[in-house]
């Protein structure tokens, strides 16, 4: 899988939009862009991805940009149970026998 | 309806022991992976299965490892003689057929003393 390039931590005041972003300079043509997000003492949770269109849907939206070579995870109010550290993975399509390939993530604290 | 469970959620050992990690997938999911997150750290691949059969373990770290799925549906990750180096979350998450999004369960936050 193709490597992803994410900032450390972000911080965000309650309510207002987050914009999360991740560099996958690398990606192939068949490389989908998946974010998935821990929150704290949880197991990871699928949040959305996309291939080439942005996507949205009732947890967050995904832009994309043109050549690919870079996504934004976009969380249009954030609330304090929004604090996670969100994590952009690559995956070939049809790959769901293979595992998940994470990287250290953003951690996205929000402040009240 | 019911997600992904693991259990225990906490253990605690002395190094030296074995323990023995269950994870129960969704009802029907076919396929199965075991993870384990560092503090601080992604999680990382350990083994996977295809119903009963482990396709996949180039993941665990020594063949103090061990994971089974006898009938394709619950799974046990056993670990040998636990060293400190142990310590961390183990994570289970499983997918229908076909389908790309995996199900994580919460953990077991081992701790090897």
């Known amino acids: 899988d193709a490597k992803t390039t994410q900032p450390n931590s972000m911080e965000s005041n309650e309510e207002e939009p987050v914009h999360l972003p991740c560099n996958h300079s690398t990606i192939s043509g068949t490389d989908y862009i998946h974010w998935y997000r821990q929150l704290p003492s949880q197991g990871p949770e699928y949040v959305i991805h996309g291939l080439t269109s942005n996507v949205n849907n009732r947890m967050a939206s995904l832009a994309i940009a043109e050549d690919r070579k870079s996504s934004t995870l976009i969380l249009h109010r954030a609330t304090l149970r929004d604090a996670a550290v969100y994590y952009c993975i690559l995956r070939v399509w049809n790959s769901g026998n293979t595992p998940l390939v994470f990287g250290k993530g953003t951690r996205l604290s929000v402040i009240a | ?113």
């Open chain 2, 1 to 113: 309806g019911a997600g992904v469970s693991q259990s225990p959620r906490y253990k605690v050992a002395k190094r030296g022991q074995d323990v023995a990690l269950r994870c129960d997938p969704i009802s029907g999911h076919v396929s199965l992976f075991w993870y384990q997150q560092a503090l601080g750290q992604g999680p990382e691949f350990l083994t996977y299965f295809q119903n009963e059969a482990q396709l996949d373990k180039s993941g665990l770290p020594s063949d103090r490892f061990f994971a089974e799925r006898p009938e394709g549906s619950v799974s046990t990750l056993k670990i040998q003689r636990t060293q400190q180096e142990d310590s961390a979350v183990y994570l289970c998450a499983s997918s229908p057929r076909g389908r790309e999004t995996q199900y994580f369960g919460p953990g077991t936050r081992l701790l090897v003393l």
